[in-house]
């Protein structure tokens, strides 16, 4: 049964902004028009409000001594990529407590599949460029954007079986642990202890405030401003807070199914009874509705909370905003001279590397026993699942902006990881759109 809402006029208004929030690919799309206006932008006759904007234009924050000051671009990729990396490090724990990452022999085929796609990539980009300066950025071409591949594989509708997105989701998050590990090891600058200390003792407190059972996302966001802060401080890299922190977030949630239906059915029953003796459809009882809300809040995990509110943000506003900042690549700007190793290295570890490690890793654990292909999925669907994780774009960018920021290598190293992740996406959009097994039709896990 539906409910009936009353329209306002402002629900006319957002009426078309929500029903294309509603699209599976809706987050996809956005980055794709933020990049696209970046690249307009940066080649335009206003180039210079471009570069200025986001990188002349300075913002400090802070009290006395402890202040911040930095460019747009500093807070883009340091501080709203925290909350992204955070939500990041929330899918982490999920699926590895309690999603496709929880079982071993569900976990053993996206494991080995992230596996392959960040050794293989960074190997080729390696042989390209070992022994020069642009061997820095290793680690650019390991990264998956799952936004911009599920967004993909959802523009392919029924030809790619449920299990072939969370394959690819499954893939796409133990990759993300990988590049989270190499931002921290590698790509983090000279360590201050004492400050990356304090921030450590700080992830602890946050950690002891799970165990003594403390609820309110608002006293994790407090901690976490302060982890954020010392991390930044420390010389770590400051989105490496944002997972750490997320790791400590409760996945347990206060009251139980059955305790929840007693408590909202009691509330419910209240508003009842009000609305009998005074029949209005303007006011309710406050105190029951407020203890329905305490009761649907109570049976939602920490975790859970934070993430159905931080992820419409991390999708239309920090992605987006992040692309439009990072995307702009002048081309009237790049060296003639540069040597091509690193972009093409880039482009091939992406385009050719991802797709190879993918499938082979796969393959291989399949092969000797240690994972089967789920129900309804062929090889010719993970196959075209790896050519979308070559799609980099977001990590991909992050990460060359840490391996060569203020260099002439950093925009040939983004057009290369544009034009890779759009040949790596088109490629694996064709290859699970031309499937001959729709994904309704059960075949043999063995089936190849």
């Not at 609820?215 to 966001?221: D, E, Q």
């Amino acid at each position: 049964m539906s409910v009936r809402h009353r329209k306002e006029p402002i629900d006319h208004l957002l009426s078309p902004f929500r029903r294309f929030a509603q699209l599976e690919a809706a987050s996809g799309l956005l980055l794709l028009a933020m990049t696209a206006i970046a690249l307009v932008w940066a080649n335009s006759p206003w180039h210079g409000a471009y570069t200025g904007f986001f990188h002349g234009s300075k913002f400090v924050i802070g009290i006395g001594q402890f202040t911040l000051s930095k460019d747009v671009i500093h807070w883009i990729n340091d501080g709203l990529m925290a909350i992204f990396f955070f939500v990041v490090g929330l899918e982490i724990k999920r699926e590895v407590v309690a999603g496709e990452l929880h079982e071993p022999k569900k976990a053993a085929l996206p494991i080995a599949g992230a596996i392959g796609g960040m050794v293989v990539p960074a190997l080729i980009y390696t042989a390209l460029n070992h022994g020069t300066p642009e061997q820095r950025g290793w680690g650019i071409p390991m990264a998956t954007d799952i936004a911009f591949a599920l967004g993909v594989l959802a523009l392919v509708g029924r030809r790619a079986p449920i299990s072939v997105r969370v394959f690819l989701a499954a893939l796409a998050i133990v990759d993300d642990m990988g590049a989270v590990a190499v931002i921290a090891i590698f790509y983090s600058e000279a360590i201050a202890v004492p400050v990356l200390v304090a921030g450590l003792l700080l992830l602890l407190l946050s950690q002891i405030a799970n165990w003594s059972g403390l609820r309110s996302p608002w006293a994790y966001a407090v901690i976490g401003a302060l982890v954020w802060f010392a991390f930044l401080k420390s010389g770590v890299h400051a989105t490496v807070a944002g997972v750490l922190l997320a790791l400590t977030i409760p996945m347990t949630r206060k009251i139980d199914s059955r305790a929840f239906i007693t408590h909202g059915r009691e509330a419910l029953d209240r508003i009842e009874k009000e609305l009998v003796a005074t029949p209005s459809d303007e006011e309710m009882e406050p105190e029951a509705v407020n203890d329905l809300l305490a009761a649907c809040r109570s049976a939602q995990t920490p975790l859970q909370r934070m993430e159905h509110a931080l992820q419409p943000w991390v999708s239309y506003f920090i992605m987006p905003v992040f692309a439009l900042a990072n995307a702009g690549v002048a081309f009237h700007g790049l060296a003639p001279n540069e040597p091509p190793s690193a972009p093409v290295g880039v482009a091939l570890g992406l385009a050719l590397g991802k797709p190879i490690g993918i499938t082979l890793f796969a393959w291989l654990v399949v092969r000797i026993g240690l994972a089967e292909l789920p129900n309804g999925v062929r090889w010719r669907h993970i196959h075209g699942a790896a050519w979308l994780g070559g799609i980099g774009f977001t990590m991909a960018l992050f990460i060359a902006g840490l391996a060569f920021m203020g260099t002439p290598t950093l925009d040939s190293v983004k057009l290369a990881i544009l034009g890779a992740s759009a040949v790596a996406g088109t490629v694996g959009y064709l290859i699970i759109r031309s499937s001959q097994t729709p994904a309704d039709t059960p075949d043999s896990a063995s089936a190849s």
